[in-house]
């Protein structure tokens, strides 16, 4: 009996010592992630995105949840829509917005797979924070250019502002 009360507190230690894992407890956070194209078992009707429920320590440090976060989703059910090697270089966070600055391999995505990363991280960001609005800035790299979107809480209208376009200097537009 000693020694599985021991093992069991070994266990309990380790897993406190963690930092993020997958059980839900309360410090339970939700990231949000794409589902895997791959997966055949979700319905046509489910959501393009699901979440990953994690037990982290530092619920409350955001710059640990991001980092975290970044890091990808633990199943198989669910991928990463970021490059590899994208970093989170600064966060700020205001009264109503937080600005998340990431490293500049975020920049090389475009079109539906930048939607879906600003998407998944601001929903990810609505979901730890009271934020209105969650600003994503990535500096240009190699010849892709600055991106730079925020995203509301309340209906995720997105705006684009991409600085150096060829032809077009900045816009902004309503994606």
Known sequence: MKRICAIAFLISILLALAGCGSNKTSNSVTFYYPRNPKDSARSFSETFYGTEKRNCNNAQDLQHLLTTYLQGPLGDDLISPFPEDTLLTDLEILE????????????????????????????????????????????????????????????????????????????????
């Open 96 to 175: 109503t917005q937080i600005t998340v600055c990431l490293t500049g391999e975020f920049s090389r995505l475009s079109g539906i797979n930048l939607t879906t990363a600003c998407a998944c991280l601001s929903l990810t960001v609505f979901s730890l924070t009271d934020a209105e609005t969650v600003r994503i800035i990535s500096p240009a790299i190699d010849k892709m250019p600055a991106v730079e979107m925020t995203m509301s809480r309340t209906n995720l209208i997105l705006t684009d502002t991409v600085t150096g376009s060829p032809g077009t200097g900045n816009r902004k537009d309503p994606v």
